[in-house]
């Protein structure tokens, strides 16, 4: 074993060996993989090895399109078969709301350039016999799906990684991980030391432990799961030689039951509801390739359901149940990329579908270790998305949830129970008492909506318009026409102060600092000058500046700054950055009465001239030192009024007696949202992500090219210079009982004028990917039964993706938010565009200038 590597891979699993691979393909070659026992000791021997493509979140389901893609060429190089089955597969819909949701699903897939097919449930059959079609309204065939061998797939990706110069260590458990001053790893096994530079946690089910080797609680946990295999059975060997085909994969939600051919008999796994830890607290070290003893009880009442739909499957004998333990984080998406607070120490830990996620999971992380970078929008498992209130139990509570939901449906106003409340602000019996219905916003508990006295707070979820509709409706009417309050502890705020902040806020953000007492908004962009953030500054004095953005992206972002900071050696720092989480929490007042009620609780003049539009002040309200910002997200004249946990009781208090006469109402998130709407006003992670480019944003206001050398500008003076090509824009669509919620495809008719690709743009900078959809189209059971769908109908084409809307209630329209060619993007004329919403398409129609306040005479008076 060598005592030098750039980078040690710690774990020897299906994703420890990608990430080898994809390290040495991308030219780091000086590599080791150290493995505590052989290759496959984790998860990865006993897995299904099951591969899809679909995912609630497109980015990764691109990231899985790729993996599935890529099997051929780690064959192709290693010479080792993954024992490919490229059967396709449907899912089953029992109702009409999971017909609604395949439909959802399937509309994504559109421009993610996948070919899903809506079929009918006797064509599902006739691809899958042992089914009774009569339980089910419909289905959704997906080609690329299938199953491999695991270990062999393990296997070629080592094989592939040795043959391009990687090393393997097997039987070698890494023991210890300490830092030198100089940021070097001392990654200490028990064969001896080795010095890195990188060290990666592809751990699997030991990655908790090797994350506390660095004093890191990961949030993931391992699952019992379950599958059982059938002996051969006359009717599958009948399908194969009448058909020349293999039977195809079937997932079916009312009985949380994958199954699918293997061999001459059959597979079926469950995803039961009264699902199992394993090993909640440690991993034990001396765990190998054993199984767990399987618990029938446990899934029998998936099997209850499935043998009903599936009646040829129950007159099979069983020939074994496999029980074995793996990982999930709290979505059930992967944790990837560079932990924050530490120094080249990465993750690609709690991937759950190793084989479908593997490949995506390896390339984006060695993306980011080799060029700085993932090169894609790889949010959706970025090891940043949760925050310290992720801990071991509630981590635990999470999981459960998510793996007895795996297969069930969440519906977009649909708040998920485990864990909550989590973190409360001090408002929150009060909320509760107004008769809030509460939300989770990153950990901490959020009005959404106050119901009705008298009526129980508590929504009906739906994919349709719900009982929330006439409160927010009566939430936003009151807020505009006279005042409304909100809480807004769950914004994200950090301080920067120091000397040298100043500077190195000009080179992270595209707008020029504000002068002291002043307010800017900015975006942020990565070297690729693509959108990685978007804040709300305010210079509070000569070296502090206060910030404020998207609560989600706190670590996010933090991991940005540390990256930025100044090298500063032994001298004191320049630059500080302190994040208040929620040692900082906020109320908003807004509506054209804010003003008269603001100036009853504090001592100093706030009328127009006095306290302008954009202007920052710290004043005392009601009593509480406080920082006011003259601004709101709601779009009308409005303050944003941030104290000290311990005063926002006062505050509340203060504001709620002196509104009285002005007629003050409590709104929450989801009014707040529907005014944002009608102000064409962007949110993060929905329109503004870093697969964008600010101007493809709308966000040329806020980036001066001009100012100084900031991270991204030369980048972002090309796509200015070049015109971008997509353009961000706001719609009123002609919706009947259902908005849009984010996804949908957008139609345009536009005979057979091409605009170039209408594909939504996944990776960016030198290592974007292309799937080439063509290299898994029509083989093995696809062909003939999948027909594929082009994008376009007639005159009509898909142009564009809606990425979020709702109902505007101020307006009393449905509105969109979304992306379209740049050249469509100022025509206003009618019966040009069509929105899917649910499988219908309605009439869409672009608004340039907002709806509300176009000229912002009401947010400045
Ligand atoms: C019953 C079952 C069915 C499944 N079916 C499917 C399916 O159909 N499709 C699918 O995609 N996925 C399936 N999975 C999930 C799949 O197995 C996992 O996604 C995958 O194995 C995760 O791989 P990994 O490399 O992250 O982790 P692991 O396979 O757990 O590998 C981690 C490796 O790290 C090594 N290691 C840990 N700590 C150390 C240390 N300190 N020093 C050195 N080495 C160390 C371990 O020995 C182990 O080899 C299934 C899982 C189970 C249990």
Redesign the pocket.
Known sequence: MKSHAKAVV????????SVLYHLAKAGWTDIML??????????????????HTLNGDPNVAKLQAYTVQLYREIEELSGQSCSLHLTGGVMMADTPERMDFLRLAHAKGRYLGMDTELITPSEAKAMFPLMDETNFVGAMWDPVEG?LD?SGT?HAYAKAARKLGAEIVLR????ELTQEVDGTWNVV?EQGTVKAEHVVN??????R??GRMVGVELPLLAM????LLTEPMPEVEEFNKSTGREMIGVLDFKGEI?TRQERNGILL?TYEKACKPWSPLNTP?DF?HELLQPDIDRIAPSLEIGFKHFPGIEKAGIKQI??????FALDGNPLVGPVQGLTNFWC???????????GGVGLALSNWMVHGDPGFDVWGMDVARFGEWATLRYTNAKVRENYSRRFSIRFPNEELPAARPAQTTPLYDTMLANNAVMGDSWGLETPLWFAPKGTEPKDIVSFHRSNDFGPIGEEVRATREKVGVTEIANFAKYEVSGPGSEDFLNRLMTNRMPKTGRIVLTPMLNEFGRLIGDFTIAKAGEERFMIWSSSAAQKYHMRWFEKHLPKEGLRAPQVRIHRFDQTLVGLSIAGPKSRDLLQKLVDVDISTKAFRFMDFREMAVGGAPCMVNRITYTGDLGYEIWMAPAYQRLVYKAIKDAGEEFGLVDFGMRALLSMRLEKNFPTWFRELRPIYGPFEGAMDRFVKLEKNDFIGREAAAREQAEGPKLRRVSFIVDAADADVMGDEPIWAKVGGKDFGTVEKPHGYGAQRFDTDGKQVRGSTAAEGASAVRGIVDGDWRVVGWVTSGGYAHYIRKSMAQGYVPAALAGDESAGLFEIEILGSRRPARINVEPPFDPSGEKMRA
């Open positions: 710690i774990g020897g699993g299906v994703v420890g060996c150290i493995e505590r026992s052989e290759l496959t000791s984790g998860s990865s021997w006993h897995a299904a090895g099951g591969f199953h695991p393990t070698n458990r890494v023991v096994t592809c751990g699997g089910l030991w990655a432990e090797i019992e799961h379950m599958y994958y796994g070290w190998g496999i029980n074995g333990p793996f990982t690609a830990c709690a991937v759950m579908a190793g084989f479908s996620q593997g």
